[in-house]
């Protein structure tokens, strides 16, 4: 039991950022992004706890770079640890068990941030051309959206049925198609769905990523997305004078899916486990007393000198009886203790902090020879906020644009809340790599000042 003690209170360790071995380190950042560097540095710092988490930051960012290859590494790396906890067996109900302290488990997100995590990995096979892969992966963040503490909640991320029924389009699967759309149109009955000739699909991406707060055993999530809305416009080069444009409409509110699951308000979760947690100290504080309510028996029922025989034997067992149950109330106490010690009520507040609050789109029907399309911006009130021209990336029979409006770079290159607040506020540093041997060797001996002309 002290062994166990001593490991519950070890277990903070994890939260903190290890220094990775500069020659190994090098050699890995050395052909990713140079505004992503200090990312994929503390990304080695920080380790398995927050792997999955950089790799869905990380994911994104180099999504939205246009490195398809990189980004497709990190995203299979990433619903690799996904499916590892998410899926249906033992082991994996291991990784889900309550005693786990909530901030020192291996991130896995919430299942809005898993549901994303597939999504993004769906628009990379549709990048590719693969469209039965990428309907596949827009399945599993469905079924993502549905797994929910081990309950089973309806799943109503819009989004994910209407791109399954987009992916079969584009492998000229109708009747698969018209499935995903019927199971689409359950959930949202106001987007207008893809026509039988639209080969274009745009993915307009406005607005911050929720955030996550604690308050106590509570996980709030705040909105600090805008409510911007998106004009698409483009030139053909058969009508040139024309200059037609349409409206994103909203897809899915990424906000709603991580304040509810399927509808449902989640912040019992935890509450829960704040119950338990207090059920299990309130049942060692009274084993506890017992415990020494029963040794205080047994010390005052010994046999006393002058008794007879029978009185001293019968002595003897209430004796032998209080001292064996204040060592098992001991027992249940401190294990009741120990338990309510390794639940963790307080909320884990990491997120993902470079996805988006909203997803809007439309599809096109577009010649070939309309090679980009202009994606404007504009406020709720109609005040323009600007706007980029965005190449259509054509695979297959279909072309994607994807468009997020602002940065997809992290601001800070931890996650937030992924190591205490002091290392979070630290400055990222990458050291310089070590000389090679050789360099050391040959490399001339400083001047000294009897040598030098001064």
């Excluded at 619903?79 to 991130?107: P, S």
């Excluded at 205080?296 to 046999?303: D, I, L, N, Q, R």
């Excluded at 906020?385 to 072309?399: E, K, Y």
Aim: hydrophobic fraction near 40%.
């Amino acid at each position: 039991m002290v062994a166990a003690a001593m490991t519950v209170g070890c277990v903070t360790a994890r939260e903190q950022e290890t220094s990775p071995d500069l020659g190994s380190v090098h050699a890995y950042l050395d052909d990713k992004p140079t505004e992503l560097r200090r990312h994929f540095f503390i990304a080695q710092a920080q380790g398995q706890r927050n792997r999955v988490l950089n790799d869905m930051r990380l994911g994104l960012a180099t999504f939205a770079l246009g490195r398809n290859q990189l980004s497709e590494q990190l995203f299979d790396d990433a619903l690799q640890g996904i499916e590892a906890v998410y899926a249906d067996n033992e082991q994996a109900k291991k990784a889900r068990e309550l005693l786990t302290r909530e901030q020192v488990k291996d991130f896995k997100g919430e299942p809005y941030e898993r549901v994303m995590a597939y999504y993004y990995r769906g628009l990379l096979y549709l990048r590719a051309g693969d469209f039965e892969n990428a309907r596949a992966s827009f399945k599993g963040g469905m079924l993502q959206d549905a797994f929910a503490e081990e309950q089973q909640y309806r799943a109503d991320f819009a989004l994910m049925p209407f791109l399954q029924g987009w992916a079969a389009h584009c492998s000229g699967n109708a009747s698969l198609a018209a499935e995903d759309f019927k199971e689409f149109r359950a959930i949202n009955k106001d987007a207008p769905l893809p026509r039988d000739k639209d080969n274009v699909l745009v993915l307009v991406e406005t607005g911050d990523a929720p955030v996550k707060i604690s308050d106590g055993a509570r996980l709030r999530i705040k909105r600090s997305g805008s409510t911007e809305t998106a004009r698409i416009s483009w030139t053909d080069p058969d009508h040139p004078k024309d200059h037609p444009e349409d409206s994103a409409v909203l897809l899915e509110d990424i906000y709603r899916q991580a304040s509810t699951r399927g509808g449902r308000q989640f912040d019992a979760i935890l509450e829960g486990k704040a119950e338990y947690k207090s059920v299990a100290d309130t049942v060692g504080n009274a084993a506890l007393i017992g415990a020494i309510l029963a040794a205080k028996v047994a010390t005052e029922s010994g046999p006393r000198r002058g008794t007879k025989r029978k009185d001293r034997e019968r002595a003897e067992d209430v004796q032998q009886g209080a001292a064996i149950a204040a060592g098992g109330l001991a027992l249940i106490g401190l294990l009741s203790k120990l338990t309510a010690h390794a639940i963790e009520s307080e909320a884990d507040t990491r997120y993902w902090d470079n996805l988006s609050d909203r997803v809007q789109g439309l599809t096109m029907t577009l010649s070939d020879k309309v090679t980009a399309l202009r994606v404007e911006f504009q406020s709720p009130g109609g005040t323009m906020l600007g706007g980029r021209d965005i190449p259509i990336q054509r695979a297959g029979r279909c072309g994607l644009v994807w468009i997020k409006d602002g940065t997809a770079i992290p601001r800070n290159p931890r996650a937030p809340n992924s190591v205490p607040a002091d290392i979070m506020a630290s400055p990222v540093i990458i050291p310089a790599a070590p000389a090679s041997p050789a360099a050391l060797v040959t490399a001339s001996p400083p001047a000294t000042g009897r040598d030098s002309k001064e």
